[in-house]
């Protein structure tokens, strides 16, 4: 009895023995993991520099980050920065408003010096306005303006058409689905109920011009003057806002012969079909049904047309009224003169074909 207890106790002790041992062979091998991970992860890379504009001056609060993450830091008053990057493959944005981002990628770099170019708003160019002409820059009024390469952009017959959703506060609707129909112009909004709320239009210096006769292609300019201060010079007639449309003029050297033209195609998409044979008898039957005063099927008709519902003679309606349309404008210019003398010609095709029958129309 004495041999076998002592026999359990030396088993406990050598169990127990075995179990310490692994704990400290546990422990010790996740230490070592840990020492071994943290020298192989690397604490990340410092870089520096500083930033000129185009003078060679420092900036100051120019943004510089790591692209893709919220890291980043800003130039203090010499333009310089210090900042920490995850590694060689990061890549630094500068960032300041009124200049051009750039982007640097970092590699082996761990000094930087950086120029930012200014972003170019073309502030000399040249702004017709009621008193003459001014340089953007100067320009103090609400006057929006849009050249030539805009106006033609969109195929059209009526070079203020072409001006929709480029400029502020100015609402263009076309009058109709006609071809060559006009449009309805408001800055602003209405000033009036029962008046007209039309802006004037001034072209070439001329009140009152019909700019549904001109080419777009031979307009320079478009001004759009909105608030007081820019159409003040033309009084009560100006109170819906003024429109200065500028033509082309020749341009001193050689003589130049121009041509411009489409041709483009259009159509109803997926227009409902008509309802034909029983389907269109059981629409007619419901609504005198509804109404009270069906008693048979022959009554609800003309007998034209009850003969041909009977012989199966049926009119698709939309096919007969409705065909693709087409647009289609040429334009042969000339220009050329010399520093005295100079002298810009056009001449212009304009035909759009409407989707109705004998809806046209012709400007040469």
Avoid at 302 to 327: E, F, H, K, P, R
């Amino acid at each position: 009895m004495k041999q076998t207890t002592s026999l359990s106790k030396n088993r406990s002790r050598s169990l127990l023995s075995c179990l310490a041992a692994g704990m400290l062979f546990l422990g010790t091998w996740l230490l070592a993991t840990s020492n071994l991970q943290a020298q192989v992860q690397p604490a990340g890379l410092s870089v520096s520099g500083q930033v000129l504009d185009e003078f060679e001056a420092p900036m100051t609060g120019v943004t510089v980050s790591v692209e893709g993450t919220t890291n980043g830091v800003i130039t203090d008053l010499e333009g310089r920065f210090t900042l920490t990057v995850p590694n060689e493959q990061a890549t630094l944005r500068f960032r300041f408003i009124g200049y051009q981002s750039q982007l640097l990628s970092v590699g082996s770099n761990r000094t930087f010096n950086v120029r930012l170019q200014p972003v170019v708003q073309d502030l000399d160019e040249v702004v017709v306005i009621g008193y003459g002409e001014i340089r953007k820059r100067d320009l103090t009024g609400a006057v929006s303006s849009v050249k030539t390469a805009d106006i033609v952009k969109l195929p059209t017959h009526n070079p203020v058409e072409a001006l929709q959703g480029k400029i502020p506060g100015m609402d263009i609707v076309r009058s109709s689905g006609n071809a060559g129909a006009g449009v309805n112009i408001t800055i602003r909004g209405n000033r009036s109920i029962n008046g007209d709320n039309s802006p004037l239009f001034v072209i070439d210096g001329i009140q009152g011009g019909s700019y549904n006769d001109l080419n777009p292609g031979d307009i320079e300019s478009i001004e759009v003057l909105k608030d007081a201060s820019s159409t003040a010079i033309y009084g009560s007639q100006g109170a819906n806002g003024v429109v200065i449309i500028t033509t082309k003029k020749g341009a001193a050297g050689k003589t130049k012969v121009s041509y411009d033209g489409y041709y483009g195609i259009n159509g109803v998409v997926d227009y409902p079909n008509p309802l034909i044979g029983d389907a269109y008898l059981d629409y007619v039957r419901e609504g005198k049904v509804a109404a009270g005063t069906y008693t048979t099927d022959e009554a609800m008709f003309i007998s034209d047309v009850w003969n041909a519902v009977q012989a199966n003679q049926w009119v698709n309606w939309t096919d007969l009224l409705l065909s693709d349309g087409s647009q289609q404008s040429h334009t042969v210019s000339l220009s050329g003169g010399s520093e005295q003398t100079r002298l810009f010609l056009s001449a212009n095709y304009f035909n759009e074909v409407g989707m109705l029958a004998n809806d046209n129309m012709e400007r040469l």
